[in-house]
Structure formats: structure tokens, C-alpha cells
């Protein structure tokens, strides 16, 4: 199974500031025809888990244009432009690379400072 | 808009089955692949299961295969996790998802359901 290993596992931030989260997957995660399968999420406390960006960079419906994904291969990175009180949570990559099974990172928990 | 509602989860001893449903309503549920995940205690995501929008192909984590198996109604909007043989190690929140692309095309869940807990336990 493929592997995903993220980086930080707790990332303070104070609002305003940026953030970054890093995953890396063991194996490349790019497919034809040129799409990186790799997927965020974000779980705010107590809700189901919510997507923000997909094929590593195409931000979901519906998600600030502050989120950003980033990376192809094996080494990806979400970033938030501004962070703000509502985005506290845990963040997950994913890999959806063709035949399951499709793995998660161990999730990265972002606070406010 | 998307609503999957998640229903039949519950305490269960060890061996025994369980059923889980899923109703999914606001979009063409028969157009879309959907999945079965799970989230244990404090644990990280977990992927159990996935099925073709037209119930043609089933693909599950190798922790479920063979005790669980996801199916299908396109004409009640419903989807299933038939689940036996549990384990102590299958207590977790099981969530349904809708697949972000369509058809037989698979780019990971978009929208979730709320979840439905499930505790194995003697």
C-alpha cells in the first residue's frame, strides 16, 4: 500500500499568518493524463471530514481561494494564505492513485495560537 | 444540495453482523461512485470500500475484505455496508461519501455524511 507521511502533526499558527502542511507519499502519484492523485481534507472538531482540494491542486467547490495545493509526485503541500479562527481543525492528505486501497496521512492538527 | 445520511450503526458483540445504510438525496446518486470510510477513536482516516456507480465493481482495504460488503439500491438512493465477522478493531464512526468525479471515474469522496458510530465490544 502506498504510504502518506505528513509534516507537521501540529502546526500553531496565529491568525493572519500563513501555513503550510507537507505530505509525501511513497510511491509518485502522478498518472496519466498528467493529474496528481492526491486529495485535503479538512475535519473541524465534532464534523465529518470536508474536502478542499483535489488532483493535488483543483480546490473544491465552494473552498476560500486562501487554500492552495501545491506538488506533483511524491511530495505535496497545502497552503493557507491567511489563517483564521474557523479554520482550526486536522488536516488529511489522501491518495487516490487508480486501484484502491486509498491511504491518508496521519493528519496535521492546526490551533490558534 | 448533497445530503447522505448515514443509519444502523450501534454496539455489536464481537463475530456478530451488522447492517449499515446510507440515503443520499440532491443529486443523481445512479450517476456517481460512492465510498465506505471509517475513523477510529483518535485515529487517523481510514478508506473501507468503494463501489461503481452502476454496482458493476467493488474494491475494499484489505483489514475488511472478505467480512464486509458494500452494495447498492439506485432506485432507493441507498447505499450499504453489510458487515460480519466484526471485530473488536472495527469500532470506529463509518462515514458514506460521494466520489468527487463521476461515472466510472474515481478522484476521491467530496461530500460525507454525518457518520454513524459502530462499537464492537463484548
Known amino acids: 500500500d502506498i504510504v502518506m507521511t505528513q509534516s507537521p502533526l501540529s502546526l500553531p499558527v496565529t491568525p493572519g499568518e500563513p501555513a503550510s502542511i507537507s505530505c509525501k507519499s511513497s510511491q509518485s502519484l502522478l498518472h496519466s493524463p498528467g493529474h496528481n492523485f492526491l486529495n485535503w481534507y479538512q475535519q473541524k472538531p465534532g464534523q465529518s471530514p470536508h474536502l478542499l482540494i483535489y488532483l493535488g491542486s483543483t480546490r473544491a467547490s465552494g473552498v476560500p481561494d486562501r487554500f492552495s495545493g501545491s506538488g506533483s509526485g511524491t511530495e505535496f503541500t497545502l497552503k493557507i494564505s491567511r489563517v483564521e479562527a474557523e479554520d482550526v481543525g486536522v488536516y488529511y492528505c489522501m491518495q487516490v492513485l487508480q486501484t484502491p486501497p486509498y491511504t491518508f496521512g496521519q493528519g496535521t492538527r492546526l490551533e490558534i495560537k | 444540495q448533497v445530503k447522505l445520511v448515514e443509519s444502523g450503526g450501534g454496539v455489536v458483540q464481537p463475530e456478530k453482523s451488522l447492517r449499515l445504510s446510507c440515503a443520499a438525496s440532491g443529486f443523481t446518486f445512479s450517476s456517481v461512485g460512492m465510498h465506505w470510510l471509517r475513523q477510529a477513536p483518535d485515529k487517523r482516516l481510514e478508506w473501507v470500500a468503494l463501489?461503481?456507480?452502476?454496482?458493476?465493481?467493488?474494491f475494499y482495504a484489505d483489514s475488511v475484505k472478505g467480512r464486509f460488503t458494500i452494495s447498492r439500491d439506485n432506485f432507493k438512493n441507498t447505499l450499504y455496508l453489510q458487515m460480519n465477522s466484526l471485530r473488536v478493531e472495527d469500532t470506529a464512526v463509518y462515514y458514506c461519501?460521494?466520489?468527487?468525479?463521476?461515472?466510472?471515474?474515481?478522484?476521491?469522496?467530496?461530500?460525507w455524511g454525518q457518520g454513524t458510530l459502530v462499537t464492537v465490544s463484548s
Open positions: 463501489i461503481y456507480y452502476d454496482g458493476s465493481h467493488e
Open positions: 461519501a460521494r466520489d468527487v468525479c463521476g461515472g466510472d471515474c474515481f478522484w476521491g469522496p467530496d461530500h
